[in-house]
């Protein structure tokens, strides 16, 4: 385990960062706020098809799934501010392309590389473990959770705004040209005002190579349990992510303003509970129950979705899901955090949103395949049966000892 001195040393450092990180993290999650619930539209404007739309949506997971090991990984060694300011430039310049894409194909491609660039949710996570206590970690894990769904608030609205789907490719234009630069403001804020959370050392350690982390994660029951969590749970709520739009459209009629109303919404319920209680209810209750509690709500209002009848009913099943998420996937990364060694915080965590990537990958076309095949309603049944698991894996991965984990070798 890592010197109790040098922890304190850094953290002594770099503790007031946290709130600055927020707040331009926060801008950048408006710009992916944004960009989310116009995707099917705007991937309907190429005239694709339900699997090409699904696979402009999935692209996103595919290159995460690959940049949050990788940029986890290297945040650990090199530090995690050249990481964040080179990664959030990346995506500033993806979103831009996708502006300018021409066809469906390249769509794909712009999507694929800004989802490696923006695979930067480990060394995030790694930053807010280098400046936190253990005691502290779930509760600043739901403050990014909080600034991720307040962006939720302000960029679905405001896309929403900013699209003309009537204009045909043409109308998404500006809601992407906004994202780009909010990418390029949050680029230049972390670079002016963000300070680095990790002491330079003269020799910093490799660390455990990405497969000997694999099997370290495979032989301990209590971090496989909760990375199956994250992919079982994560496949679920994509692939709602993913079919919302067009299922509401199927169902009310509604455009991209009412999707975005909604998540606007969503949004509102989820930061407010994760300002407020998450980080309360984990440090009274435990992680490990509040993450099952929060799955089996989701799992229950998901399920409650198609019998909604009208605007009130979907709102109202869609933020109660919400409020459950927010709940639990805070203690996800807080879990791991407390039992994996402080030096290789961003590779365990990167390895956990790899998994994370990889469920938004095959999310999405589990939901399409439900809706194309079965029913428009068949996604949200899929969803609340791939969470079942999900709930008594999360509770049998609770109070998990330190001495479970140990850095691969």
Same mark, same amino acid.
């Given at each position: ?14 503790g007031g ?10 801008i950048?999650? @408006?710009g ?7 995707? *099917?539209?705007?991937?309907? $404007?190429f005239?694709?098809?339900?699997w090409?739309?699904? #696979? ?5 997971? &595919? ?17 995690r501010? *050249? ?14 392309? +996708? ?7 390249? /769509? ?11 695979? !930067? ?6 930053? &807010? ?15 990014l ?6 962006g939720?608030?302000?960029g ?5 705004? #900013? ?39 003269e020799?910093?350690?490799?660390g455990?190579?990405r497969?000997?982390?694999?099997g370290? @994660?495979? $032989? ?8 199956? @969590? ?37 949004? &509102?319920?989820a930061?407010? !509970? ?18 099952a ?12 979705q ?19 998420? $927010?709940?639990?996937? *805070?203690n996800?990364?807080?879990? &791991? ?8 915080q ?21 939901? /399409? #395949?439900a ?13 609340? #049966? +791939? ?23």
């Open positions: 385990m890592a010197d109790a001195a040098n922890r304190g040393t850094e953290n002594k450092g770099t960062a946290l709130p600055t990180l927020l707040s331009v993290m926060f950048n999650l @408006v992916f706020g944004i960009v989310v619930p116009l995707l *099917p539209f705007y991937a309907k $404007s005239n694709a098809a339900p090409q739309i699904a #696979l402009i949506f999935s692209a996103y997971a &595919i290159g995460a799934f690959f940049g949050e090991p990788f940029w986890g990984r290297l945040s650990d060694r090199v530090g501010k *050249p990481l964040l300011v080179s990664t959030v430039t990346g995506n500033c310049l993806c979103y831009l392309a +996708l502006a300018l894409a021409p066809n469906v194909y390249v /769509a794909f491609l712009v999507r694929l590389l800004g989802g490696m660039a923006s695979g !930067n949710n480990s060394v995030i996570q790694g930053y &807010i473990a280098d400046v936190s206590t253990p005691d502290q970690r779930s509760g600043r894990m739901s403050l959770g909080a600034a991720y769904n307040i939720f608030i302000v679905p609205a405001l896309g929403g705004l #900013l699209a003309h789907p009537s204009a045909g490719h043409a109308g998404f234009v500006l809601p992407l040209f906004v994202c780009s630069g909010l990418s390029a403001v949050c680029a230049s804020a972390i670079f002016l005002f963000v300070p680095e959370s990790r002491v330079h050392r020799h910093f350690s490799q455990p190579s497969w000997a982390v694999v370290s @994660v495979l $032989s301990n029951p209590a971090i496989a349990r909760l990375m199956l @969590v994250t992919f079982l749970a994560g496949c679920a709520f994509n692939g709602i992510e993913y079919v919302f739009g067009l299922w509401t459209q199927a169902r009310f009629g509604w455009g991209p303003q009412q999707v975005g109303g909604a998540f606007a919404v969503t949004g &509102i319920v930061a407010i !509970n994760q300002i407020a209680l998450t980080g309360r209810l984990s440090r009274k209750f435990g992680e490990a129950q509040m993450l509690a929060g799955m089996a709500l989701t799992a229950l209002f998901t399920a409650f198609p019998f909604s009848v009208n605007t009130i009913f979907v709102i109202a099943c869609l933020a109660i899901a919400a409020f459950g998420q $927010s709940v639990a996937w *805070p996800v990364s807080a879990l &791991i955090s407390r039992n994996v060694d402080w030096n290789h961003g590779q365990y965590q990167g390895l956990n949103n790899a998994v994370g990537a990889l469920a938004r990958l095959v999310g999405p076309f589990i939901a /399409a #395949l809706f194309s095949g079965l029913s428009v309603n068949a996604p949200f049944f899929v969803a609340a #049966l +791939l969470v079942m698991p999900a709930i008594f894996l999360a509770w049998s991965a609770r109070n998990p000892r330190s001495s479970e984990m140990r850095p691969a070798s």
